[in-house]
Structure formats: C-alpha cells, structure tokens
C-alpha cells in the first residue's frame, strides 16, 4: 500500500496558477497514480491543516503494510519542523514531491526543512513527480548502496 498525502492549497490544483502548477486537479493526479500501478493499493489525503498531516504520518508510518509515503507538504515544505519531525520519526519511507523546481522560485522556497527527513525528493517534474515517487517506494528493494 502506498499513501500519498497532499499539503495546503493544493486541493487548487488546476483551478488557478496553472502556468506553474499544471492544468490537472489532484483527483486527476491521483487517477493518473492509480492507473499507473493498478496492482498497487493507494490511498490519498489532502488537507490544509498541519496537525492533520502530522498525524496522518504517524497513522501510516508505522504501517508494515505500507510500502512508503508520498508527501507534497507544500509551503510548510519551507517552515514545518513539526512536520519534518514526524517524517524523521516514522519507519515507512517518505518521499518528497514538489510540482513545482522550488529552487527556480522565490528565495524563500528554496529551502525545505521537511525535505532533511526524507528519504528522496523530486522536484520540478510536474505532476509526473507523483508517479516518479511511487515507483521509487515500490523499488525501493534493489536500492543502490549511497
Ligand atoms: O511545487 C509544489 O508542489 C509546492 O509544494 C506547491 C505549494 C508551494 O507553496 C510550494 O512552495 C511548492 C503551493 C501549493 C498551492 O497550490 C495552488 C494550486 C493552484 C492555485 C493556487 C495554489
């Protein structure tokens, strides 16, 4: 099983900004996942709340039946140790995705303090990032050595 969880704002997706986020929704990203790897079990949350994702990363990342986490914390990317702390304490790997080169943007998003905790991180891929994630959780067993 793999979750796959959304931050703030980004239930907006494909409704304003698409010059930098895309045209596609999140359900429509998340359709494209599950088409993708239709064997594979996903579930998907969203929420614009902190606490929530926080817990959400403690309900699944102790899961032996969860083969890692997708994250797009979105800008508590930049400022949510809190979030950062609980990717770091959690077993299941996690993943973080950005649509968006967060680098090429506004200073203040280049840094992510809850990308430190996890294991890879994809950034600047579109909505393809998601899927690039996912196929790297399930592959996760012949890992390189690095
Ligand atoms: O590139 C990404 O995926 C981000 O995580 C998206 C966040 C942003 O704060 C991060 O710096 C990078 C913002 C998500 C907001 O999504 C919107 C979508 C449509 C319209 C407005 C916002």
Redesign the pocket.
Known sequence: MIVIIN????N??????PH??GTRTLPDIIKGVRKAFPKVSVMDFQSNSEGSIIDLIHQFGFDTNCDGIVI????Y??YSLAIADAIEAVSVPVVE????N?HA?EEF?HNSVTARAAKAVI?GCGTLGYKLAVEYLLDLDDELPF
């Open positions: 931050g703030p704002n980004l907006l997706l494909g409704k304003r900004s930098i986020y797009n914390p979105g800008a990317a930049h995705v950005h649509i968006s967060i943007r998003r950034a």
